[in-house]
């Protein structure tokens, strides 16, 4: 498609933390204005007064800035079709909903809920209700209450060529006289979605595929008012491993929680990019690259599944992508309170300890707990690994390899590498006989960074001095 300048929405509700399917829809919507210079709209459609808070604002706010999915025109930026708040756009509503009705399209309904509750009851057990029409011709009394219904048609289809999707077409027939508007004004999901595009000026609606069975009534609204509908993209569902809807028993599903583990902005984008879109087998995307190569013909039309590991090799990549000073900045604030003070009193050697970790560690909060052991007078122990490799037999060599190192000038990695690999040579040794109590004595842990990167960071002083502890524990004199 090359088409230019598509203006598109993302349109969330308040009523809770937001979800990873809403951040990709926002994804894809924002990718497309930004690859055919749109416009990306943000608008909040907090119609639920019962469940949506300002808290729940903010959250959603906070996390697309985290992202650095900046909206062009919504809340706090402005804009000229403003405002976007639903509660605050009623007089629009209300213009709308009174034209449709002067075009024949919709009609006030007087039922009471008690009449519409027998209607129900008389129906045998099981059978679904729809709604009669019984005020499709009544005379039409604007001061009572009542709620405003789309007047559907009976025959034909309503169908649209969707552009992820194909065509669809749903026989009239199937739709009902829905309520658009409430008895105190309020609008109804379709009614106001489809309000909002129109005076917005969107013209592509991206959403998850759960509306696929809303869009037929918001182009009957289209249809009644005289507009031409949006294009539409219907996006697959995220499901979790075990096929079903991705919720909180699956893995972390909110943008807030992604933010706070340490994960990377773009390798979320990244990875929820994919979550649903392909270009060939290409799975790293810096943000650049999404937008130049998104397109709405590669997105799925079959459920996404939701895959830890490949989102944690995602999340890898992009960190190995950081250079060693980016990464120290971006994974100060997942320090502890000591760490950070010590980070803070020696800059350079811990932008060095940080590059050390940076091929093992997947988010920033992993960067922080790997480089612990680089800043603390004794560095916390695995029990397993002390007792496995700090044991008397490990004495003889650990004693020989501090006599080599403590030579060693400079005290950096080549230097320590060639050093230790001639004494091996010389002594019959193998790497393996002496690393991994080294490696014990100098982290604390049977897992860590090369022995000669951990040796140059810590520096000759420290790292001898905890050969001399791990000596003590392996009961040499």
């Not at 129109?198 to 509306?211: E, F, K, Q, S």
């Not at 300890?353 to 560690?361: I, P």
Request: with cysteine; charged share 25%.
């Amino acid at each position: 498609m090359t088409n230019k300048g598509d203006r598109v929405r993302f349109a969330p509700s308040p009523t809770g933390y937001l979800h990873i399917g809403g951040v990709r829809t926002a994804l894809y919507n924002w990718l497309w204005a930004r690859k055919t210079s749109g416009v990306f709209v943000l608008r909040i459609e907090d119609t639920d007064r019962e469940r949506s808070t300002d808290a729940s604002v903010k959250v959603i706010f906070d996390s697309l800035k985290w992202l650095g999915l900046t909206w062009d025109e919504g809340p706090e930026v402005g804009g000229p079709n403003g405002p976007y708040f639903q509660t605050e756009r009623t007089a629009v509503y209300a213009e709308f909903v009174d034209k449709l009705i002067a075009r024949g399209h919709a009609y006030r309904c007087y039922c009471t809920k008690e009449e519409l509750d027998a209607k129900r009851a008389a129906l045998p057990p099981g059978s679904f209700f729809r709604y009669p029409g019984t005020c499709r011709h009544r005379t039409d009394h604007p001061d009572r209450p009542h709620v405003v219904r789309l007047k559907a048609p009976a025959s034909g289809h309503t169908g649209w060529l969707d552009l992820v999707k194909g065509r669809i077409d749903v026989p009239n027939e199937s739709q009902q006289d829905v309520v658009l508007v409430r008895a105190d004004g309020i609008p109804l999901y379709n009614f106001g979605a489809a309000v909002d595009d129109i005076t917005m000026g969107i013209t592509l609606v991206a959403r998850g595929d759960d509306h696929v069975v809303n869009t037929p009534v918001q182009l009957l609204i289209y249809e009644g008012l005289g507009y031409t509908p949006p294009k539409l993209a219907h996006l697959p569902m995220i499901n979790g491993p075990d096929g079903k809807k991705l919720s909180k028993r699956h893995a972390a599903v909110s943008a807030g929680e992604y933010r706070d583990m340490g994960y990377l902005p773009d390798a979320v984008l990244n990875y929820l990019a994919r979550l649903g879109w392909s270009h060939g087998d290409q799975e790293i995307f810096s943000r650049s690259e999404l937008i130049e190569k998104f397109d709405w013909a590669s997105v799925g039309r079959t459920p996404a599944q939701y895959d830890a590991k490949k989102f944690a090799f995602v999340l890898g990549a992009h960190l190995r992508g950081l250079d060693d000073a980016a990464l120290a900045a971006d994974a100060r604030p997942f320090l502890s309170a000591e760490l950070r003070d010590a980070a803070d009193a020696d800059g350079s050697r811990y932008v060095a300890a940080v590059g050390t970790v940076k091929t093992r560690a997947t988010t920033l909060a992993e960067v922080g707990d790997m480089i612990d052991f680089y800043f603390r007078d004794t560095p916390s122990e695995d029990e397993k690994a002390v007792a496995k490799f700090l044991v008397p037999a490990s004495a003889p060599h650990l004693q020989a390899l501090r006599q080599v190192v403590e030579g060693v000038t400079p005290f950096t990695r080549q230097p320590l590498e060639a050093a230790i690999d001639a004494w091996l040579a010389e002594t019959g040794l193998q790497m393996k006989n002496v690393a991994q109590p080294a490696r014990v004595a100098m982290t604390g842990r049977s897992q860590s960074p090369g022995l000669f990167e951990v040796m140059e960071v810590l520096g000759r002083e420290r790292t001898l001095a905890r050969l001399d502890a791990a000596l003590t524990r392996c009961g040499a004199t």
